[in-house]
């Protein structure tokens, strides 16, 4: 066999496989607070605020506050996971439903959030704070 095309096929293969492993490297995967607390990656978590619980620190830099499992049925009793957060507060975080988090667990026993996703109905309700009815909608587009 050619001592090029062997090298060839050699120097392929390092790169197709160098570029694998950076790019799952590099993909973020939402986990639940258990994962996240067991990874040593950085993870996304979804979880709601506890706003019993949130608290800024004296000079302003850090906020922390605890989050819990979007989907707990008993949200008195739900385990909580404590989060810092570095950073600009977005301007609808009391109004926040939920919360997307991206950061991960350090040995401060807390997660540290690079960034913070704020999910809030909001912008979806009506004026009179109704969210949006289809049967509504079609009555009024067939009276435009």
Same mark, same amino acid.
């Given at each position: 066999?050619?001592?090029?095309?062997?090298?060839?096929?050699?120097?392929?293969?390092?790169?197709?496989?160098?570029?694998a492993?950076?790019?799952?490297?590099?993909?973020?995967?939402?986990?639940?607070?258990?994962?996240?607390?067991?990874?040593?990656?950085?993870?996304?978590?979804?979880?709601?605020?506890?706003?019993?619980?949130?608290? *800024?620190?004296?000079? =302003?830099?850090?906020?922390?506050?605890?989050?819990?499992?979007? !989907? @707990? #049925?008993?949200?008195?009793?739900?385990?909580r996971?404590?989060?810092?957060?570095?950073?600009?507060?977005?301007?609808?975080?009391?109004?926040?439903?939920?919360?997307?988090?991206?950061?991960k667990?350090?040995?401060?026993?807390?997660?540290?959030?690079?960034?913070?996703?704020?999910?809030?109905?909001?912008? *979806?309700?009506?004026? =009179?704070?109704?969210?949006?009815?289809?049967?509504?909608?079609? !009555? @009024? #587009?067939?009276?435009?």
């Amino acid at each position: 066999m050619n001592i090029k095309l062997i090298i060839g096929v050699v120097v392929i293969a390092i790169f197709v496989v160098w570029g694998a492993t950076a790019f799952v490297e590099t993909t973020l995967q939402y986990v639940s607070m258990e994962e996240a607390i067991r990874s040593k990656r950085t993870v996304q978590v979804m979880g709601k605020i506890d706003f019993d619980q949130v608290s *800024y620190s004296e000079d =302003g830099s850090r906020m922390e506050f605890a989050v819990y499992d979007v !989907e @707990a #049925v008993d949200t008195v009793n739900a385990e909580r996971m404590m989060v810092h957060y570095y950073g600009i507060v977005p301007g609808n975080f009391d109004q926040a439903t939920s919360i997307v988090l991206k950061g991960k667990y350090t040995d401060e026993e807390a997660f540290v959030a690079e960034t913070m996703l704020v999910k809030c109905p909001s912008k *979806y309700q009506g004026e =009179g704070g109704e969210y949006q009815d289809d049967a509504k909608h079609d !009555e @009024a #587009v067939e009276n435009i």
